[in-house]
């Protein structure tokens, strides 16, 4: 049996797990594709083995690497990389949901395809839970945890930016956590009334204020002028936490996912259950559904 293995999109702390564990199970008969769909369509396939580092195992990043590859949208390079993916019997795509679509324009062309959830955003259609979100998470927590004690010294207010795309829940959860004063993780929490007045009581009460913003809503530096502008003096700053939160040593819920994941993906080829998404549910167990 010969399998094949792809990462694409952004990577996501846990990745390495996961390829580890199929890797246990597979061994020579696992290859990968380097880059993903990229190197699916250049043939740039390698065995497994040739990459495979243990030591690596619960570290964050991919060792078959990752890109974005929005060529294998166009039909000739689509065309290319279905040739090359012809040559195996399972092809298994970890990534968010532009990969699932990559994965399902395979599987409608007769390749064994299966989808693992792996993006940080945990924006993964019907999936409750995608590899790399925890971690994600802890990032955030932590570059929040270990300044907000300098903003506190000074009352100071502090804007924090997460990533997460276009999904709140990176931004929502780290929130939680961190028992934000406020949390920006869309268009309609956007309130600078609101936002301001929080800031204005917990500096008149010598207090910090903790405020988590998503990207991709406004510019963390434009809104910190703003405010400052408004307030006539600086006691608003910005940190942006970004890709601290994609290279973050993986948590144990991560790995522990991961190696869950991996053990659905080597029940589904033992059983010839193809053409499925890889979804956790509400209790995170990981089930199968077919693409839609
Ligand atoms: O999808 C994962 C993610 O980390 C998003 O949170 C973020 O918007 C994006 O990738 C950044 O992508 P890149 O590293 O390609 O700029």
Redesign the pocket.
């Known amino acids: 049996m010969k399998i094949l293995f792809l990462c694409s999109?952004?990577d996501a702390p846990g990745m390495n797990r996961y390829i580890w564990e199929l890797y246990s199970k597979f061994k020579k008969d696992l290859y990968f594709a380097y880059a993903g769909f990229d190197g699916l369509i250049k043939g740039k396939i390698f065995p497994l083995s040739s990459v495979i580092d243990k030591s690596l195992k619960d570290e964050a990043g991919t060792v078959t690497k990752t890109s974005?590859c929005p060529e294998f949208k166009q039909a000739k390079y689509f065309k290319m990389g279905l040739e090359n993916a012809k040559q195996f019997d399972v092809v298994i795509v970890f990534g968010?949901n532009g990969s699932q679509k990559g994965a399902k324009q395979l599987f409608e062309n007769g390749i064994n395809t299966i989808f693992v959830p792996g993006?940080?955003?945990n924006d993964v259609l019907d999936c409750e839970y995608s590899i790399g979100f925890s971690t994600a998470v802890k990032e955030g927590v932590y570059a929040i945890d270990n300044s907000m004690p300098s903003n506190d010294a000074m009352d100071l207010a502090c804007i924090y930016e997460v990533?997460?795309?276009e999904s709140d829940r990176i931004a929502l959860k780290v929130a939680e956590m961190v028992c934000a004063d406020y949390c920006i993780s869309d268009k309609k929490s956007l309130n600078l009334e609101k936002l301001k007045k929080i800031i204005e009581i917990n500096y008149e009460n010598q207090l910090s204020t903790c405020i988590v913003l998503r990207?991709?809503l406004i510019d963390p530096k434009e809104l910190t002028d703003k405010l400052n502008q408004e307030f006539q003096k600086k006691i608003v700053r910005f940190h942006i936490v970004g890709?601290t939160q994609?290279g973050g040593k993986p948590t144990e819920e991560e790995l522990n996912m991961a190696t869950k994941y991996a053990k659905k993906t080597v029940q589904c080829i033992k059983s010839k259950t193809y053409g499925v998404r890889l979804l956790a549910n509400l209790d995170l167990d990981v089930e199968t559904k077919p693409f839609i």
């Open positions: 999109g952004g974005r968010g993006t940080i955003d990533m997460g795309r990207e991709n890709r994609r």
